[in-house]
């Protein structure tokens, strides 16, 4: 099945980067885009950017725009997202989620599991 | 803040129907997409383009749109749906979500 599997919880101090990996596998990896999209304890969804698997083009988010990178390896069907210069207001659940596309409707499904990631010093 | 609108908190007696409403200017030009999420769930899909459903998501779910406002409508509601429901849409600048709204299975 339509699976993605995301890594592993992490805990960064101020300042720090952090890389949240996406392993995807049930389907072509290079024929979707992946998005990312991140959740503050007891806040409502942010999306923080796009890339599509196959060209590796991308669109971020304006308020992340600098501090965000998104990659992906297409030998092993895994995206991957980074954040720089983690902050406080970082702390959150990160989520990867496959974009699929229809006649003037777009969606995201399906999603990982989550990584939360912890910004504390 | 989003540029799409949600009423924060919504309530429901169980089995009656219920409508969650989604504003925005970026309604007008694409479908709107309908997340639910459960506590310490990721989001699931369960309304994408005209008025579609994903496999597993019950015929009680389905959406709508008119002008800049969409609805996502629940007919007959039943304890298993009390959670958190984002609208999603799209502009030129990316991905928009609304702020959510809980619903209370009463």
């Known amino acids: 099945q339509v699976q993605l599997v995301q890594s592993g919880a992490e805990v960064k101090k101020p300042g720090a980067s952090v890389k949240v990996s996406c392993k995807a596998s049930g389907y072509s990896f290079t024929s979707y885009g992946i998005s990312w999209v991140r959740q503050a304890p007891g806040q409502g969804l942010e999306w923080m950017g796009w890339i599509d698997c196959y060209s590796g083009n991308t669109n971020y988010a304006r308020r992340l725009q600098g501090r965000v990178t998104l990659t992906t390896d297409t030998s092993t069907g895994t995206a991957y997202m980074e954040l720089k210069n983690l902050r406080s207001d970082d702390t959150a659940v990160y989520y990867c989620?496959?974009?699929?596309?229809?006649?003037?409707?777009?969606?995201?499904?399906?999603w990982g599991q989550g990584t939360p990631v912890t910004v504390s010093s | 803040s989003s540029e799409l609108t949600q009423d924060p908190a919504v309530s429901v007696a169980l089995g009656q129907t219920v409508r969650i409403t989604c504003q925005g200017d970026?309604?007008?030009?694409?479908?709107t997409t309908w997340y639910q999420q459960k506590p310490g769930q990721a989001p699931a899909l369960v309304i994408y383009?005209?008025?579609n459903r994903p496999s597993g998501i019950p015929d009680r779910f389905s959406g709508s749109s008119s002008g800049n406002t969409a609805s996502l409508t629940i007919t007959g509601a039943q304890a298993e749906d009390e959670a958190d429901y984002y609208c999603e849409s799209r502009d030129t600048r990316g991905v928009q979500f609304g702020g959510g709204t809980k619903l209370t299975v009463l």
């Open positions: 970026s309604l007008r030009n694409y479908y």
């Open positions: 989620a496959r974009e699929d596309v229809g006649s003037s409707s777009y969606w995201l499904d399906p």
């Open positions: 383009g005209e008025n």
